[in-house]
């Protein structure tokens, strides 16, 4: 049985981040503007433990989101440790995780790290093309990814990757490049988010001049369902797709493919791709279909508002579609016409 896991996120938005890029607004991302202080630090912990229920959770960790945390003063990173350190002891938090930028990491800053128990680390690569990159406003190098990479798995931290979709100069060919160069790295998960353009940001400023043109929402639904399905073949979660539902965020979004269920959405489009193909097999189609699917995926079998069920018909030209569930598959099977 998968574990449990609670986050307590902390957030440090833009701290020691040496860049500005073109999408970033940390404060409307996050929905927190004040520096991490002792008292918000521990106040954030201790409210999200007191709002879970014994036993709930196999798996407790502190995270620190939105900053590039190895790239702070040693005396600021011990700061913050430190501060989690009580629940650590107590057994009320059982480790750390945080993000941070490829450029600093270093052996001495890893071995800082693992002294306060921090067991994860994510990355935010967000692209491995240069170019895409250089147009961001972020640094960044395919042979600095890997010398990150393999300097966090030297020192055994369970691994996360950060991508963008969407970014200026970023193509269907550029950004599922970037994700077959992740899978090369090896990570233990991945998270996806689209690019959004955000008030008062520069890749505001690039859209109002007309310099930028944001995905839209079935073009990031295609190129994310291809690299959700290259990430399953590989053994690669995908622990995030898509922006959470901050109202900061929500309501500061000038343009680009927000919805508040992007992975949903492309989890659909997946399925639908499953059905469509069993159905091509046949030379001649059935008047009706049925098919056995995995009874927790019976929603996006069926798709948003049933759009997949009234696309396979029209398609086919189906008299009738139904879906079984079935408690003990766990993949789509054809059940008869």
Same mark, same amino acid.
């Given at each position: 049985?998968? &574990?449990?896991? $609670?986050?307590?996120?902390?957030?440090?938005?833009?701290? /020691?981040?040496? +860049?500005?890029?073109?999408?970033?607004?940390?404060n409307n991302i996050a929905g927190i503007r004040e520096r991490a202080d002792k008292e918000r630090v521990e106040q954030t912990i201790q409210? +999200?433990?007191?709002?879970?229920?014994?036993?709930?959770?196999?798996?407790?960790?502190?995270?620190? +989101?939105?900053?590039?945390?190895?790239?702070? /003063?040693?005396?600021?990173?011990?700061?913050?440790?430190?501060?989690?350190?009580?629940?650590?002891?107590?057994?009320?938090?059982?480790?750390?995780?945080?993000?941070?930028?490829?450029?600093?990491?270093?052996?001495?800053? $890893?071995d800082l790290l693992e002294e306060f128990s921090v067991k994860t680390i994510e990355l935010g690569i967000q692209s491995t093309d240069e170019?895409?990159?250089?147009?961001?406003?972020?640094?960044?190098?395919?042979?600095?990814?890997?010398?990150?990479?393999? $300097?966090?798995?030297?020192?055994?931290?369970?691994?996360?990757?950060?991508?963008?979709?969407?970014?200026?100069?970023?193509?269907? @060919?550029?950004?599922?490049?970037?994700?077959?160069?992740?899978?090369?790295?090896?990570?233990?998960?991945?998270?996806?988010?689209?690019?959004?353009?955000?008030?008062?940001?520069?890749?505001?400023?690039?859209?109002?001049?007309?310099? +930028?043109?944001?995905?839209?929402?079935?073009?990031? !639904?295609?190129?994310?369902?291809?690299?959700?399905?290259?990430?399953?073949?590989?053994?690669?979660s995908v622990i995030r797709l898509g922006l959470p539902s901050e109202p900061l965020l929500v309501e500061n979004i000038v343009a680009g493919?927000?919805?508040?269920?992007?992975?949903?959405?492309?989890?659909?489009?997946?399925?639908?791709?499953?059905? /469509?193909?069993?159905? &091509?097999?046949?030379?001649?189609?059935?008047?009706?279909?049925?098919?056995?699917?995995?009874?927790?995926? !019976?929603?996006?079998?069926?798709?948003?508002?049933? @759009?997949?069920?009234?696309? $396979?018909?029209?398609?086919?030209?189906?008299?009738?579609?139904?879906?079984?569930?079935?408690?003990?598959?766990?993949?789509?099977?054809?059940?008869?016409?």
């Amino acid at each position: 049985m998968p &574990s449990k896991r $609670l986050i307590v996120p902390i957030f440090i938005p833009h701290e /020691a981040c040496p +860049y500005r890029c073109v999408y970033c607004d940390q404060n409307n991302i996050a929905g927190i503007r004040e520096r991490a202080d002792k008292e918000r630090v521990e106040q954030t912990i201790q409210a +999200y433990l007191n709002s879970m229920k014994p036993g709930s959770f196999t798996i407790q960790e502190a995270a620190f +989101y939105g900053g590039t945390f190895t790239g702070m /003063a040693e005396s600021r990173q011990r700061f913050l440790l430190s501060l989690v350190q009580p629940w650590i002891k107590s057994g009320d938090i059982h480790s750390i995780r945080l993000s941070t930028h490829p450029d600093f990491i270093n052996r001495e800053g $890893l071995d800082l790290l693992e002294e306060f128990s921090v067991k994860t680390i994510e990355l935010g690569i967000q692209s491995t093309d240069e170019t895409v990159l250089k147009r961001s406003g972020r640094d960044g190098s395919l042979s600095g990814f890997r010398r990150a990479v393999s $300097l966090i798995r030297e020192k055994g931290f369970h691994l996360g990757l950060q991508l963008m979709a969407g970014l200026p100069g970023d193509t269907a @060919e550029t950004f599922l490049r970037s994700v077959e160069d992740t899978i090369g790295f090896a990570p233990d998960f991945v998270r996806i988010y689209p690019t959004l353009v955000i008030k008062d940001t520069a890749l505001h400023t690039m859209y109002k001049e007309g310099r +930028y043109k944001p995905w839209e929402l079935e073009e990031t !639904i295609q190129n994310c369902k291809q690299a959700l399905v290259r990430f399953k073949a590989s053994g690669i979660s995908v622990i995030r797709l898509g922006l959470p539902s901050e109202p900061l965020l929500v309501e500061n979004i000038v343009a680009g493919p927000y919805h508040p269920a992007l992975k949903y959405l492309v989890e659909c489009r997946i399925c639908l791709d499953k059905m /469509a193909g069993l159905l &091509s097999r046949f030379s001649t189609i059935p008047l009706r279909a049925v098919f056995d699917v995995p009874s927790r995926e !019976i929603s996006i079998y069926t798709g948003h508002k049933k @759009e997949n069920i009234n696309q $396979l018909r029209r398609r086919f030209d189906l008299k009738e579609l139904r879906l079984n569930p079935r408690d003990h598959l766990s993949d789509i099977q054809w059940a008869g016409a």
